[in-house]
């Protein structure tokens, strides 16, 4: 385990991983992996590259000389209250530590769907919530309920890197639309984008890597424009709204997706909104009135049990008792400002970020890649927006101390002056 490694970049180290032990373990040359497989390793080929690097800058400058914006792991602390649930938890003798219901323990369902009623402003049953391994856990789970392979999910560029990994393990198809002004929903695009062979539609707000928010009315456009269009092809559209970092919202609520469209299968987890990435602990929620809610329901809870067979069961405790906790968003919002600070005095074009811990500038030059890596000559390591269905922009994670910030700055400046 790496811990400062991304999102991605764990992921890929996993896969790799599992690739040389088999090689090591059947002792063979030949790579002992499916075509699907070396597809997934070839489109994680520039985050591989990404990672080696900075492994390589931080050997041969020491850690703290290099400054490392690649990373998805949360930069603060869980809330004071987690720690005293735990080991309230740990004390008690007879804490069962077998397996779950898949779908998760119904007090805890419960507790979940209570806190989820009044966030979204709608009942919402108790058996409509699944436990799940994180976000990620519900969306492979929802994924492979509801698409056949050639199926197609339609997702907002710029998107989340590893969504593309998903779709393509189940041998469905991602497509990307493209957005308006500072990253935002462009309807008439999506409604272009759909064709009969479009099954849900993925949209994640507040965005990684945009940090942008959709308003209320974006969402309700979307909204009209999937049920337009089920009618039209005479099948439904679900919508899947991937919410893990609702809670860190700055500038204004987030509002609800559930409201724009009946379809919806929310997803969220306690990763970032808790600080709990490593614990694996998240949910999915299907909206009552979505058509075959019911089925979806049972579907994701059968995912589980072939995934992983239920999200764990202690941390399906500890967050049961943690509804509406959340860590010091403070502290991510001045990172935001900080990091929006150095970047304009070091001369980049930026959408300031609504929520989320990302920000996503302009590259100075289109070749975001070419650019990415004259910044690692600054020992400045960021992703590629071409990683993220968006060349000619590159992303920066502020979850990193206001330090590493602050010393990048004259980095990022002569990074873009000698490139311009
Ligand atoms: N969705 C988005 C947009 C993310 O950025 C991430 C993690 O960085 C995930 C899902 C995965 O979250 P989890 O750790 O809850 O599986």
Do not use: W
């Amino acid at each position: 385990m790496i811990p400062e490694a991304s999102e991605s970049c764990r992921l890929l180290i996993n896969i790799v991983s599992e690739v040389v032990l088999n090689c090591l373990f059947r002792g063979e040359t030949d790579m002992p992996i499916s075509g699907k497989m070396q597809k997934i390793i070839e489109t994680s080929s520039s985050v591989t590259r990404m990672f080696e690097e900075g492994a390589r800058l931080r050997a041969r400058y020491g850690p703290d000389r290099v400054y490392d914006f690649t990373l998805g792991n949360p930069a603060v602390p869980p809330p004071p209250e987690f720690g005293e649930v735990l080991r309230n938890l740990v004390k008690e003798d007879s804490i069962p530590h077998g397996y779950t219901p898949t779908a998760g323990l119904l007090p805890v369902r419960r507790a979940v769907a209570e806190y989820l009623s009044r966030e979204q402003g709608m009942e919402i049953p108790a058996e409509n919530v699944v436990m799940t391994s994180g976000a990620v856990g519900a969306l492979n789970g929802i994924f492979t309920a509801l698409m056949d392979p050639g199926e197609e999910i339609l997702v907002p560029a710029p998107y989340f890197v590893a969504y593309t990994l998903y779709v393509m393990n189940m041998g469905a198809v991602l497509r990307s639309v493209p957005t308006g002004g500072n990253f935002h929903l462009d309807p008439g695009a999506m409604e272009a984008a759909i064709t009969g062979k479009t099954r849900a539609v993925l949209v994640n707000s507040p965005n990684n890597p945009s940090g942008a928010v959709y308003s209320r009315e974006e969402l309700e456009q979307l909204g009209e424009v999937l049920d337009r269009a089920s009618k039209r092809y005479g099948r439904r559209i679900y919508l899947i709204s991937d919410e893990p970092y609702r809670r860190l919202a700055f500038d204004s609520e987030v509002p609800s997706v559930l409201e724009s469209y009946p379809h919806t299968i929310l997803i969220s987890s306690y990763s970032k909104q808790l600080s709990l990435a490593g614990e694996r602990i998240g949910y999915l929620a299907v909206h009552p009135e979505a058509e075959d809610a019911e089925q979806l329901v049972k579907a994701a809870g059968v995912m589980n049990a072939v995934l992983y067979v239920n999200a764990p069961s202690l941390f399906q405790r500890v967050v049961a008792a943690l509804q509406g906790a959340v860590v010091d968003v403070e502290a991510y919002r001045r990172r935001r400002d900080l990091v929006c600070e150095v970047l304009e005095r070091a001369g980049y074009t930026f959408t300031v970020p609504q929520g989320g811990f990302f920000i996503f500038p302009e590259s100075p030059i289109p070749d975001d890649i070419t650019f990415c890596r004259s910044l690692m000559e600054e020992r400045i390591l960021v992703c590629p927006g071409t990683d993220f269905g968006t060349p000619g922009h590159f992303r920066l994670s502020f979850a990193v101390p206001e330090k590493t910030i602050l010393e990048a700055e004259e980095g990022f400046r002569r990074a873009r002056e000698e490139i311009e």
